[in-house]
């Protein structure tokens, strides 16, 4: 397993921008599929957006697409998440995820997990 550490939440106004980042140990990053969940409380685990061990393949939920946009820089072992035009409708707890598999996973099913980092969009 990796280390997964998030950065990069904080307090929004709606129709705003963040720019999460997800920072991952270890010297086999480009061999892990990544993604991002959200989570609200009382809530399941939501699936946002995952990116392929190359990055050449992603894949998004149909309520962020179009808005977010996640990315690797695998001489960095990070993962990005631009939000961009946030609605009222995603503050939640965001978490970067790892898995070291070939394609894209849109599930729970993956190996390692962040902390979280908390996004707050105000109206």
């Known amino acids: 397993q990796v280390q997964l550490v998030e950065s990069g939440g904080g307090l929004v106004q709606a129709g705003g921008s963040l720019r999460l980042s997800c920072t991952v140990s270890?010297?086999?990053?480009?061999?892990?599929?990544m993604a991002w969940f959200r989570q609200v409380p009382g809530k399941e685990r939501e699936f946002v957006a995952a990116?392929?061990?190359?990055?050449?393949?992603?894949y998004y939920a149909d309520s962020v697409k179009g808005r977010f946009t996640i990315a690797r820089g695998n001489a960095k072992n990070t993962v990005y998440l631009q939000m961009n035009s946030l609605k009222p409708e995603d503050p939640a707890a965001y978490y970067c995820?790892?898995?070291?598999?070939?394609?894209?996973?849109?599930?729970?099913?993956?190996?390692?997990w962040g902390q979280g980092t908390q996004v707050t969009v105000s109206s």
């Open positions: 990116i392929s061990r190359s990055g050449r393949s992603t």
């Open positions: 995820a790892a898995r070291n598999t070939l394609g894209v996973l849109t599930t729970t099913n993956y190996d390692s």
């Open positions: 270890g010297r086999t990053f480009s061999s892990y599929a």
